[in-house]
């Protein structure tokens, strides 16, 4: 039989093998007493990702890691489910999601989100069988970048690291792009993209409108991945966009590299400009939301003074 529980001070020296270099793991391990120490905050209040661990005895056979993507829309992000090889189809991986589920979903967390593999069928068995449906896929394109001469932006734009100030648009940017059925899911909240510390915006300088949006994240220094986003009806800048974030920020670092772009099957722009611009697609991941309805509260009854007419619930 086995447990679920928050981790202890020891378990981060037993976790460091299982994470194989993880890139959470890090963080999680240099912030070790605020991780344990944010198990008594509300979880929309918490600064880090929550991980619990599957524990028979004072072994870690399992762990399930979380993060809040949106506290407005009571949205939390499962970022990993890891099972010792030796113990997996045992059933503890669908313990750790259900609990998560169970404990999350009884404070009032409403969504929950992960991205799967496309072709890693038994996570997506497993997460099929603890009622998560597909909202998106999630595709990759990748180019290996050389030494070339790009067009830029003209001087009617501005580029620039993002700040505190944009952050009321970003969110609204990227809702403007996510169909408005998918909005309560996958919207994500300026917490989210506070988070984000090499991220850039896009200005119209005549309108003072920020209309775009990247991040860009070096996992290694020839290996970039970039997220984007671009107000509707501004779209015909993707390219551009794009284009001057490699001549201006990754060239100036490096003579080649290879660059992957991610980019939702709702955001068609996008997508059709990387394939026209010789991308091509590596992976392909499924978006997967679990909603959890949560009950009306009942209000206290009310007694209706003689002669007046009763309340009505609302």
């Given at each position: 039989?086995?447990?679920?529980?928050?981790?202890?001070?020891?378990?981060?020296?037993?976790?460091?093998?299982?994470?194989?270099?993880?890139?959470?793991?890090?963080?999680?391990?240099?912030?070790?007493?605020?991780?344990?120490?944010?198990?008594?905050?509300?979880?929309?209040?918490?600064?880090?990702?929550?991980?619990?661990?599957?524990?028979?005895?004072?072994?870690?056979?399992?762990?399930?890691?979380?993060?809040?993507?949106?506290?407005?829309?009571?949205?939390?992000?499962?970022?990993?489910?890891?099972?010792?090889?030796?113990?997996?189809?045992?059933?503890?991986?669908?313990?750790?999601?259900?609990?998560?589920?169970?404990?999350?979903?009884?404070?009032?967390?409403?969504?929950?989100?992960?991205?799967?593999?496309?072709?890693?069928?038994?996570?997506?068995?497993?997460?099929?069988?603890?009622?998560?449906?597909?909202?998106?896929?999630?595709?990759?394109?990748?180019?290996?970048?050389?030494?070339?001469?790009?067009?830029?932006?003209?001087?009617?734009?501005?580029?620039?690291?993002?700040?505190?100030?944009?952050?009321?648009?970003?969110?609204?940017?990227?809702?403007?792009?996510?169909?408005?059925?998918?909005?309560?899911?996958?919207?994500?909240?300026?917490?989210?993209?506070?988070?984000?510390?090499?991220?850039?915006?896009?200005?119209?300088?005549?309108?003072?409108?920020?209309?775009?949006?990247?991040?860009?994240?070096?996992?290694?220094?020839?290996?970039?991945?970039?997220?984007?986003?671009?107000?509707?009806?501004?779209?015909?800048?993707?390219?551009?966009?794009?284009?001057?974030?490699?001549?201006?920020?990754?060239?100036?670092?490096?003579?080649?590299?290879?660059?992957?772009?991610?980019?939702?099957?709702?955001?068609?722009?996008?997508?059709?400009?990387?394939?026209?611009?010789?991308?091509?697609?590596?992976e392909v991941k499924e978006l997967l939301?679990?909603?959890?309805?949560?009950?009306?509260?009942?209000?206290?009854?009310?007694?209706?003074?003689?002669?007046?007419?009763?309340?009505?619930?609302?």
């Open positions: 039989m086995f447990k679920i529980r928050t981790p202890q001070i020891s378990d981060f020296s037993k976790l460091e093998p299982l994470f194989q270099n993880h890139p959470l793991f890090s963080s999680l391990n240099a912030n070790k007493f605020i991780c344990i120490a944010q198990t008594i905050i509300p979880y929309n209040f918490r600064v880090m990702p929550s991980i619990h661990l599957a524990v028979e005895k004072e072994k870690i056979l399992g762990f399930i890691i979380l993060s809040s993507v949106s506290p407005s829309n009571n949205a939390w992000q499962i970022d990993d489910v890891y099972i010792q090889e030796e113990v997996r189809k045992h059933g503890i991986g669908e313990e750790l999601v259900r609990y998560a589920i169970s404990v999350y979903g009884g404070y009032g967390i409403e969504h929950f989100l992960v991205e799967v593999d496309s072709q890693n069928f038994p996570a997506l068995s497993l997460f099929h069988q603890c009622g998560f449906r597909r909202y998106a896929k999630v595709h990759f394109y990748q180019k290996e970048m050389g030494a070339e001469a790009l067009p830029v932006l003209g001087n009617e734009f501005i580029i620039r690291p993002q700040l505190n100030i944009d952050l009321n648009d970003i969110e609204k940017l990227e809702l403007s792009i996510i169909p408005p059925d998918l909005r309560p899911a996958l919207g994500r909240s300026k917490k989210y993209f506070k988070s984000k510390k090499d991220a850039l915006v896009l200005i119209d300088k005549s309108r003072k409108l920020l209309i775009g949006w990247a991040q860009i994240d070096c996992i290694k220094d020839n290996d970039c991945l970039i997220e984007m986003l671009i107000s509707p009806g501004w779209t015909h800048l993707y390219k551009p966009f794009l284009d001057t974030i490699i001549s201006e920020r990754l060239l100036s670092k490096t003579n080649s590299f290879k660059l992957t772009i991610k980019a939702t099957d709702y955001n068609t722009d996008l997508s059709n400009i990387l394939t026209e611009s010789k991308f091509l697609p590596v939301v679990r909603t959890v309805w949560q009950k009306a509260k009942e209000k206290s009854k009310q007694s209706a003074n003689v002669g007046a007419p009763s309340i009505a619930p609302t």
